[in-house]
């Protein structure tokens, strides 16, 4: 696996992650590599965020390199959902690995024995 790019998280963001992982009792390898993700970002007050970053409830236009498809979703949190089909949960592997992300940045992200091959294209407010 290469180096991971820098990601930048709003505070009010890491606030509801921590806030949902402490309840959280689903997918533990994910909840784990969120937390290894929060660690890591550097965190800036929401009106700092730049618009190029992927936060909760932006639109994030990505290009999954395994398949070749390019997706554009919403991230959320998982409560949410259900508000439509272009929903991405946090806590799903692609969702976790795009929080923070910089348009132009690659990921690879571990997922259940295998790793996933994310770019990131574009980012809009949802």
Known sequence: MTALPPITV????????????????????????????LDRARYLAPDAMPDTVVRLNSRARFLHEDSGKTHELVLCLPTEVGAGEDRLSILSPVGAALLGLGVGDTIEWPSKGKTLHLTLIAVAPA
Do not use: F, I, P
């Open 10 to 37: 709003s505070t009010l963001d890491r606030d509801r992650l921590y806030a949902l992982l402490e309840k959280h009792r689903g997918d533990e390898e994910v909840v784990d590599h969120l937390y290894d993700e």
